[in-house]
């Protein structure tokens, strides 16, 4: 094994910080690997090298040893000093050397493939983590425009083309163009004329390469398009397996991803079809060059003006220059497929989060809590307003509650508080600096949210509580549990707090999914507590102890609490009425119903309907979880 093989497998991964906003090129994802590739670069020459060499002992069999010419001199001297000046001496050596060049030749070979292989894997790997890195910045607003399955498939699929390039064709074509080079070279130092012959029916090989080329990576991207359409359907399907099945709509679901397998077969085998007329048309036009050397050489080895061993040897090397032209076509695919997923790539690094750091941004001090909404106007799709011209403000401390009907903004609002996203106009403020004055982490950090439905990981219950406070020793996650009401049944569960939850795991109710979700809550200490309908869905008993936790959670914080039972919101220091994207009302719960407009009316719809309360979730169960 040459030396150059042991290197790599220790040349550390290199750790970069990658500049999204420039484009990125693969040039500098491979600089990094520079001395694996520089290596493997040498290996490529050696292999290249035992290629055009390999027939060469034939020809020294045919010409010296057969028809007793002389070896040249630059040759000739080495061989008497190593094998003898005799007959079998050429043999000797013309033996040795088939051997010779054979095990540099395989050498060459396994430190090239190791070498790519490894250099491949690390350009995949940093590739994949700026990707995902990139995916998971951007903003919720991105989210909503972008079908997840399609991501999906950008980050895994279309890196694997990537990779295959940089595994295959990236050295292979480099290889490959070397050695037609040295073949050429070679051949045309054994008989010039043979080799233009052969040579003649390049330009039509590379007319059709080229053409057909462009239209196999069209049909790449198309394929891919079709891919990635099926991932989301799969991907859609999937998480929202609960609501088909609700609706019994198994058949309407398979039939539609039949629809996009079909559409997805139909595209691949098109493009198969026009691949597969690539490498037997190059077998042809190869074959018609072969054609015209074999009936030219051949009449001349009849006429006696060629002796017929050149001709072989040079038949040796017309086959093996075929080869590599051979394989330069088939890399096409490669290739194309490569620059098409590299193309997806590269769609995906280019979206700029619409939320994201102002390069003033500053870390936020830790907050008082006090929080304005200034003529704030949101729209989701530059369309119609959802808020129009929100003012408002919460002193810190308070507890503030926000109500209307379902689909008025209220979820907006509070979305706009974390810079989930960013008004349309007007400004949030918290402690009276905009919120986009602060760097987004160091912004939600000291925000704490219990939304209408809470996500548990695929993790154990002390690492779901910890989520956004991981180093939080248990003593302190217990305690939490303890506090949110949720230490009782946590303990009753088969392994306690090491049990696992979330998808595959142990599943818990509504209520008890609220109640880690409030542990999470006072795990994480925040001046600014979010609620989000967090009661919604839930039976009267565990409404009770879910409130209970709240009301331990919200002291001492400044909350914003949307509630859908009035009664719950009676002590909320200001109370604000949303209807129809705008504020309506706002006051006490004693001035509002002195005041007798829209939250009066609320209210006596709600206290009339006696039942309402044992059945809250009936009205909000076709409404979608947020963030
Ligand atoms: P509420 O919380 O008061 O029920 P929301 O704030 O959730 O209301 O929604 C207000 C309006 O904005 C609704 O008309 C809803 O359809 C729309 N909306 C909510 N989320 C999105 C989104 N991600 N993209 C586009 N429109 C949205
Ligand atoms: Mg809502």
């Not at 910080?17 to 520089?38: C, E, Y």
């Not at 013309?94 to 396994?110: C, D, H, T, W």
């Not at 090491?498 to 142990?506: A, L, P, Y």
């Amino acid at each position: 094994m040459p030396e150059s093989t042991a290197k790599p497998a220790t040349i550390p991964q290199p750790k970069r910080k990658f500049n999204l906003s420039t484009k990125l090129k693969i040039v500098d994802l491979l600089r990094p690997h520079w001395t694996a590739l520089t290596l493997a670069f040498l290996a490529v020459l050696g292999e290249t090298l035992t290629d055009v060499l390999e027939p060469w002992p034939v020809k020294i069999v045919v010409d010296n040893l057969l028809q007793h010419q002389r070896l040249p001199n630059w040759i000739g001297r080495p061989v008497m000093a190593l094998f003898g000046d005799n007959q079998i001496a050429i043999l000797n050596f013309a033996v040795a050397a088939v051997a010779a060049i054979a095990i540099v030749g395989a050498l060459s070979s396994y430190a090239e493939k190791y070498l790519t292989t490894s250099v491949s894997q690390w350009v995949t790997h940093d590739l994949r983590r700026m990707l995902y890195g990139h995916i998971q910045r951007l903003s919720l607003a991105e989210y909503d425009e972008t079908r997840t399955g399609d991501l999906i498939s950008r980050v895994t699929s279309d890196i694997n083309a990537v990779q295959d390039f940089v595994n295959t064709a990236l050295l292979g074509m480099i290889v490959n163009v070397l050695t037609l080079v040295g073949m050429i070279g070679v051949m045309f130092y054994i008989n010039w004329r043979f080799t233009l012959i052969a040579l003649s029916v390049s330009p039509i090989l590379f007319a059709f390469v080229y053409v057909f080329t462009r239209r196999i990576k069209e049909f790449s991207r198309a394929v891919r398009k079709k891919e990635s359409d099926l991932t989301s359907v799969v991907q859609e399907v999937f998480t929202s397996i609960r609501v088909v099945k609700a609706f019994a709509r198994e058949d309407y679901e398979q039939e539609r991803f039949e629809e996009k397998s079909l559409e997805n077969v139909e595209t691949a085998l098109k493009a198969r079809s026009l691949k597969a007329k690539l490498a037997p048309m190059v077998e042809v036009i190869v074959a018609i060059g072969t054609c015209l050397v074999l009936g030219y050489g051949a009449r001349l080895v009849l006429r006696g003006s060629l002796s017929a061993g050149v001709l072989i040897v040079f038949l040796l090397y017309l086959g093996k220059m075929y080869k590599p032209m051979r394989d330069l076509s088939k890399m096409t695919d490669t290739v194309s497929k490569a620059t098409v997923g590299y193309e997806r790539i590269q769609e995906v690094l280019e979206i700029e989060s619409k939320v994201r750091d102002l390069p003033k941004a500053k870390r936020a001090p830790k907050f008082k809590g006090k929080i304005e909404f200034e003529h704030v106007s949101f729209s989701y799709d530059a369309g119609n307003l959802v808020l129009k011209d929100i003012n408002f403000t919460i002193q810190p401390g308070q507890i503030a509650a926000l109500v209307g009907p379902s689909g008025t903004g209220k979820t907006t609002i509070i979305s706009l508080i974390p810079r989930f996203y960013d008004p349309t106009n007007g400004k949030v403020k918290i402690d009276d600096h905009d919120v986009r004055e602060y760097t987004l982490k160091s912004l939600r950090q000291q925000i704490s949210f219990v939304l209408q439905d809470t996500l548990l990981f695929h993790a154990t219950i002390w690492e779901n509580i910890a989520y956004g406070c991981p180093d939080a020793p248990r003593r302190k996650i217990e305690e939490a549990a303890r506090l949110a009401n949720a230490h009782e049944f946590i303990e009753k569960m088969p392994e306690g707090y090491d049990t696992m939850v979330g998808e595959r795991g142990i599943s818990l109710s509504g209520g008890q999914r609220q109640r880690i979700a409030i542990a999470r809550g006072i795990i994480r200490d925040t001046p600014i507590l979010i609620l989000d309908e967090p009661t919604s869905g839930l039976d009267a008993a565990s409404e009770q102890t879910v409130i209970e936790a709240l009301d331990r959670l919200m002291k001492g914080r400044t909350t914003l609490l949307i509630a859908h039972h009035l009664g719950t919101i009676r002590h909320a220091d200001c109370i604000f009425v949303v209807k129809d994207s705008e504020l309506v009302e706002q006051g006490t719960h004693e001035e509002l119903l002195a005041a007798g407009g829209t939250y009066a009316e609320l209210y006596k719809i709600q206290t009339s309907q006696g039942a309402e309360h044992e059945h809250p979730a009936v009205e909000h169960a076709a409404e979608k979880p947020v963030a």
